[in-house]
């Protein structure tokens, strides 16, 4: 199921459902009432990975700052951990157009 062949989904559940493996068993039954949107997921080249790690970075930093800080802090803290997981299009930073003392931003 590693070579994004979704058709071959409803087999795999049928087998994995005659197997006596209970706990994949019921993982395979809990993919029935979607299957068409899984099949669709295993099919296609697009990806949601780097959304959803994203979306797990910023979960765990709301986390760990509960009850520690008030929405600007927190705001500002998720902003900067946005900016630092961007890739670089050689730009120059934020911190390094300050810390070259440069006027001209290239």
Request: net charge positive; aromatic share 6%; glycine share 10%.
């Amino acid at each position: 199921m590693t070579n994004r062949e979704g058709h071959r989904l409803r087999l795999w559940i049928a087998d994995v459902c005659a197997d006596e493996q209970r706990g994949l068993a019921g993982f395979a039954v809990g993919l029935l009432p979607d299957l068409d949107a899984v099949v669709y997921g295993m099919s296609t080249d697009w990806s949601f990975g780097p959304i959803e790690g994203r979306t797990n970075d910023l979960k765990a930093l709301k986390r760990s700052m509960f009850g520690r800080a008030k929405a600007p802090l927190l705001r500002k803290r998720l902003l900067l951990i946005a900016a630092s997981r961007r890739p670089h299009s050689g730009t120059l930073s934020l911190t390094d157009y300050v810390t070259s003392g440069s006027d001209a931003v290239t």
